[in-house]
């Protein structure tokens, strides 16, 4: 879709690396910037992993050589001089918001008269929003739309808020071909499983996964499960995979800024958070052609088709979780077909149709 006319943009992002909200705000930089827009993007933090396109602002760096007061001070400034410089014609900020006092200054001194837009990651809204209303209606309140990444976080946005100031527009997904390059990938002589995030227990319920895999019958299958990232949980995961004697069969890889060669190799992948937005993981897997079983928290309903590209169970129950897991490895049929759907089930996720509601969306806004 032609722009009525380019318009200059800044992406506003806690970091480019580690993580699936990061990746998607690398996605929105190139989509934007191939829609025609003079892109912008300032990191809070020294961490680019994934390919962005635009001009980049990396407050990060700045932070690494002093987060002194003096410091803080700097990157403010330097901040304040790009948005005043640029003229942006909208804003587009994607990072968490945990601390409402900092964002009440940001929103009074930054992004004071800027045509702002929030983008909402997670149905935890307090990581992005504050809790009392009255705190959001103060803090927020010349925010002009926020861009929820799932109909679930929009339609909690809007009930908690009480604002009409709420649109959907899903995360893209773009894997490349440089990133299925396998060319580093270690030989596995094994099949095996995947759970592919961070390691952080109370948000991405890996022991759920690890009890419910020990109660399962994969490893007597022989099929082992492989557990891919870091996180402050590791090590308490790898005592827990000890004590149940599974130290054969459950295999940790550390974090990959390229996992795709390993989800490609994979028999399924394995979603079991306490809750998400749009986890990147599982639409990046069936595109993969790799189907999915997830747990039924925010999310993973508005991707996986139960029984057709995936399964969905009911969370924290390792029952129910275990029984899924083994209907993919013995019943061959239900997996052919979820493995046979998985790639075309997540065409309304491409690259192109995200880019065609990003461009309605600006258009709107400018």
Known sequence: MANIKNKKICIVVSSLGRGGAERSSATLSNMLYNLGHEVHVVSVLNRIDYDFAGVLLNL???KDKSDSLIGRYQRFLAFRKLIKDKKFDLIIDCR?????????FIHSLLYKNQNLVHVVHSSKLDTYLPRKKWIFNLVFRSVKAFVCVSDGIKDQVRK???TNKVRTIYNAVHISENELDVTYHPIMDFEYILYCGRL???????????????????KSSGVK??????????????KKVETLDLEDSVVFFSYKKNPFP????????????????????????????????????????????????????????????????????????????CKRNAKKSIERFSAKNISKDWAVFINEMV
């Open 262 to 337: 390993y989800i490609k190799k994979a028999k399924f992948t394995v979603l079991t958070s306490r809750y998400e937005g749009f986890p990147m993981v599982v639409p990046e897997s069936l595109a993969l052609g790799v189907p999915v079983i997830a747990v039924n928290c925010p999310g993973p309903a508005e991707i996986i088709k139960k029984r057709y590209n995936g399964l969905l169970v009911e969370n924290f129950r390792e029952e129910a979780l275990a029984e899924a897991m083994n209907s993919f490895i013995f019943d061959k049929d239900l997996y052919q077909c």
């Open 225 to 238: 499960l492989m557990i891919l990232g870091d996180g402050r949980d590791k090590s308490k995961l790898i």
């Open 200 to 218: 952080e227990d109370k948000v991405k319920n890996i022991s759920l996964l690890i009890d419910a895999y020990k109660l399962s019958k994969l």
């Open 160 to 162: 908690t808020y009480n």
């Open 60 to 62: 990060g760096e700045l």
């Open 96 to 104: 968490s918001k945990p601390n409402p006092l900092k964002e009440f």
